[in-house]
């Protein structure tokens, strides 16, 4: 198996400056990752750990202070690559007035698709999303685990080879948690490599391939699935010695 993703030495610290003074605030230390192409791996920490830093560095939506990043055999910042990358972010937002298709025209046209092809992609992530019937329904009226569904749809409109998705199952009922662990899987024996934050353990057991435990911006321990199968819900007891061991987290 080859690395799609490689993470060098990477740091981030956030820095602000007001009336003359200067805070800075340490969202990661030092990481280094790799993830094989067609894996699911899910990132776990406490909040404030460095799950979204890194997701957003990977996204180019951060500057690293430190280190380097590369994807699918490019170094980042590379516009090519970021063009295979679908995100799911932590609170899609999408204008309220706008339908569901309009959503995903609209993400199509700025992921470059062109736009006779716009419909069809359209109509390919619906399906996969099983919003299809949905598709005419204001983003107003939509459920939370609707705009949730859209999100991933809009995620997969270009048809990206790796996936990002931030928290994508916090906040939904059984059902709508169970259908985006279906998604997630489906994706996934399609060929996609999957990228994942979450505070829900029991279902990165479920789903991934290989689990990263961050906390206080550092990549503690990374883990396979053969490491925590067998024993059901070990993954979580792993999690909490891991962080009892480090003396808790630093608030
Ligand atoms: P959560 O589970 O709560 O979403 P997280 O693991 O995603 O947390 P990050 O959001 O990456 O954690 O935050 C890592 C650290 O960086 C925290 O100490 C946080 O306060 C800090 N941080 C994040 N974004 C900023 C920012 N824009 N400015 C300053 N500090 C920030």
Partial sequence: MSAILS?????KIYRRSHLGRTTSTVGLKNLNLEINEGEIMGLIGPNGAGKTTTLKLILGLLNPTEGEIFLMGKKLPDPTVIQRVGFLPEVPYFPRNFSVQEVLYFYGRLSGIAENQI???AEKVLDLVRMTKRKDKHVRECSKGMLQRLSLAQALIHDPAFLIF??????????GLTEMREMILSLNKSGKTILFSSHIISEVEKIAHSAGIMANGEMVKVLTSKEWKGQSGS???????TIHERGGIEL
């Fill in 7 to 11: 993470i060098k030495n990477l740091t």
């Fill in 119 to 121: 419909h069809s992609r």
């Fill in 166 to 175: 931030d928290e994508p199952i916090t906040g939904l009922d059984p059902v």
């Fill in 235 to 241: 993954l979580e007891k792993i999690f909490v010695d």
